[in-house]
Structure formats: C-alpha cells, structure tokens
C-alpha cells in the first residue's frame, strides 16, 4: 500500500507532532462589530508569519528529546516559541468562506450548543460562554517563560492594533513526569499517522519489525496502531471501517480545508480534594485500597502500566495488549499479554476502556471500525499542584467532530450501554457527566460504586477550524 505525501511544511505543529514543550499559553480573542473581517485579515497577516510548519516541529521534538537522554547539550535547544491557531466559523464566515464554516455539523453550530455533552450551561463558562466567544485562539509554547511571555505579549499586542477583543489568557505546564493532578500519567496512548515525508518514501515514523497480531491491525512498534492520516487531516487518505489495514478515500472538501483539522479546545477543572476524598469512602465501602480503585476507574497505574498487563514494568510497550485477544511476545522487547474480554483484570468501565475499546467489538460495530474514531490528543495541565484551581486544557484534533470527539466524550463516556452492547457496567467515573440529580455509577472488580460528585467539571470551550499555513495565508490576503 502506497502511504500519501505529508506536506510537512503546510501542516501545522501543534497537530504533527504536537509541541511538547513545558510552557504553553493560550490567547483568544473575538472579532469586533464593525468590520469584522477586516480585523480577522489584519492579524492573520500577522500570525501566518509565526505560526510553526510540522517539519520544524519534528526537528525541535528531536532535539528536545536528545536533550532530555543526555545525547545533546542544552543549549542546542530552539528558544523560538512555538505558535498555532485556530478559527471559529463565525471568523470563516465573515471572511467569506461559508464552504469551510459548514465543514462539519456540531463546527458551525459551536460547542455552546451541544447540549448533550452534558456540560454546565453555558452562562456559566469562563472560555467561551456568551460574550466570551473565541473567534481565533492561538496556543504558543516554548522551554523559556520568559521569550514565551515576549511572544504572547506580541501577538496580543496585534490583536488590539487590529480591533480584536481579548477572551482568554489561559498559561498552562507540564507536570514533571507527564501526569495530570489526578496523579496519573497521561497522553500515553495515541495513535500514530501513516504516511511518508519525502519522495523516497520515508515513513513519518519509522516502523519497528513486528510479528503478525491478532486483531489484524498494523503498529509502528508495540502497542502504537497505524492510523491514515484522514481522519486527522483533510484531504487525506481516511482509515476504512471494514478493513483495519487499508484506506478509503479521502473525503471532499473545499481546497482551502486541505491539511486542516477541525480541534476541539475544553478546559477541565479537575476536583482533586474531592476525587481523593470520594475514591477513599468509595473503596472503603468494597474494602479496596484507594489507590486500587482509583487506578481501576482509569485503567492504568499511577506510572502508566495498564492493569491487564499485570506485572509489567513502566516502560515494557505501556501499550502493547488487547482486550479481546491475547498478544504475542516481541522478539527483543515486551513479553505478551493476556486477553481480558470480560473486564476481570480491568473492568469494562474503565477510563481507557471507554474511550477507546482496541481490538474489541462495539455497538459501532467491528473494531476496526474503532480506528475510525481516534483523536490527536494535545492537551496540558494548568495551575500548580496546589492551587485551588487547577485541571487539564483538553485539545484533540479531528475530521469529524460528531463521530471522533463527541462519539468518545458523550455516547460512549455517558452511557452505562456502549461502547461494549448490551452489558450495563456503568459510565466513565473519570470524565463521564450524569443528568442532573442522578448519581454516577459503574462496576469496578470487587463490586458496583455510585457518587454524586463530579470530579472534572467543564469550565467552557470551543470548536475551531485549524487551517494549513498556505490557508492562513490566503485567508490573510482575503482570498
């Protein structure tokens, strides 16, 4: 199978491969009343010369890497920020482009009006609540806070010669170790995009040998499943449904939609008193160890072991298992793991079984039809460890908000039924929202649990359109 072409120098950074840095801010501003387009042109003409093209993403990611082994001094590091941006439909329509604002359903009607996600009405947002509407967001991010707070007070600085409201001013970091306040590691689990980045055929990630497996799938490496790029960005080649090897074409859309993704930004408070609190009175009802339940709720150890590799150290291929199918050892790397169909060794409600249930079957259907459903997942914490306000900025990026992000987050997350049809084991205790005035439940190995609390409480957001470079740059120039 020939892979397609990637446009490393069109396709935005924060998309391929993400930023990864330990500093990032988000910046939003709407679009004034009069001449709201004239607004959106002058600062896209501004940030088109900012933002970061994925080839340089993949070289400062190479870098930071090196650095962080010990293979390369600091000071080969890249100090200049890294920046993307993102636009609502409004900022598309009233630069003249109603082909791109009505790209996808829930996109041109807007988060705030998504009401089965369950969130908290929207008045009561602080990102994207009425009159607080983001039209462009831009996320920049950087090692030095310093030349990141230079960055962001430039670009700020050009949104208000353009006439441009700010909205937001979110900072977030990294936790050491790459948890989130829960105590958990996160962002382990991500798939990888087929494709090649130069005429020679040279894969965007380079392919480990690996053995035949049992659910069919392709993988880079243990655990890290191959996904075509489509359903990431547009234009692409897209993953099929019925064959989890193979593409199926690329969906049509307008020209300047290419190498775009639509991403989907929600701040998530995270409650951690009371999770802590709640997940101690739960366990001591199953008489549990805390600490037990709490990785049982997300599927994986603190350090980022999942429970049905019991057993398994950090760093043996985190995702190297199955649900419905054992999988074989790696020759030279991590040794098996057992099959667990029926969730007793990880229970079915699990945050990682919810949201992605691998090689097993769905109400959607087979599970390759699973691979149709992933998100790029491009979040970060915000607040320090002890700070009253602290959580998780949740950014994915997707072609299809309604089957990607909405399908995980409400009608698998939510509902005690799905993804695994017909067994009622409960919602997702971690980010799953309950109707108003019913508790949450879910069965966890030594018995059902229940809570009134909400652990992650949305605090607002967005939908928005991430166009490519060449894109920004003719929406700039009132193409």
């Avoid at 998309?15 to 990864?20: A, C, I, R």
Wanted: net charge neutral; with cysteine; hydrophobic share 40%.
């Amino acid at each position: 199978m020939t892979e397609p072409l990637l446009e490393l120098d069109d396709i935005q950074a924060h998309l391929l491969p993400g930023f990864g840095h330990v500093h990032q801010r988000l910046l939003g501003w709407r679009l004034p009343g009069d001449d709201p387009a004239a607004a959106a042109r002058t600062l896209l003409a501004e940030l088109a010369g900012r933002v970061t093209p994925a080839r340089r993403g993949l070289a400062d990611r190479a870098v930071r890497r090196a650095v962080r082994r010990g293979r390369a001094d600091r000071s080969r590091l890249s100090g200049r920020p890294a920046t993307a941006v993102a636009l609502s439909a409004r900022t598309l329509r009233v630069l003249g482009h109603d082909d791109l604002a009505t790209i996808d359903e829930a996109f041109t009607v807007g988060m705030a009006r998504r009401s089965y996600l369950r969130d908290p009405p929207s008045r009561d947002w602080t990102v994207g609540g009425p009159g607080k509407e983001i039209d462009i967001l831009v996320v920049t991010a950087g090692e030095d806070p310093e030349r990141l707070a230079t960055a962001a007070g430039e670009i700020s600085a050009a949104a208000a010669l353009a006439g441009c409201e700010p909205v937001h001013d979110q900072p977030a970091r990294r936790l050491p170790g790459d948890v989130e306040h829960f105590g958990f590691r996160d962002g382990i689990s991500q798939p990888v995009l087929r494709g090649v980045v130069d005429a020679g055929g040279t894969p965007l990630v380079e392919r480990a040998p690996m053995p035949p497996m049992p659910d069919h799938r392709a993988y880079a490496g243990p655990g890290d499943v191959l996904v075509w790029p489509g359903q990431f960005l547009f234009g692409l080649p897209r993953q099929s449904e019925t064959d989890p090897v193979r593409s199926a074409p690329a969906r049509r859309v307008p020209d300047l939609a290419r190498n775009g993704s639509l991403l989907v930004y929600r701040k998530l408070e995270q409650d951690v008193p009371g999770f802590r609190a709640d997940t101690e009175r739960m366990a001591a009802g199953l008489g549990v160890d805390p600490q037990r339940l709490r990785a049982e709720m997300v599927g994986r150890w603190p350090d980022g072991r999942p429970l049905v590799r019991s057993g398994a150290s950090a760093g043996a291929a985190l995702n190297h298992f199955g649900y419905d199918t054992a999988v074989p050892e790696i020759p030279g790397g991590p040794s098996g793991a057992g099959a667990d169909p029926d969730g007793l060794r990880c229970p079915l409600a699990a945050h990682i079984r919810k949201v992605n249930p691998r090689d097993q079957e769905t109400d959607k259907g087979a599970p390759s039809a699973t691979l149709t459903f992933a998100i790029l997942r491009r979040g970060i914490t915000y607040g320090a460890a002890e700070d009253e306000e602290r959580g998780l900025l949740f950014l994915c990026y997707q072609t299809d908000l309604v089957n990607q992000f909405e399908l995980l987050a409400q009608r698998w997350a939510n509902n005690p039924e799905r993804p695994r049809q017909g067994i009622d084991n409960g919602v997702d205790l971690l980010i799953g929202r309950a109707r108003t005035g019913s508790p949450r439940r879910a069965r966890m190995l030594a018995g059902e649990v229940s809570t009134f609390a909400d652990y992650v409480i949305p605090r607002g957001g967005a939908y928005l359109f991430a166009p490519s470079l060449s894109a920004l740059r003719a929406l700039a120039a009132g193409q």
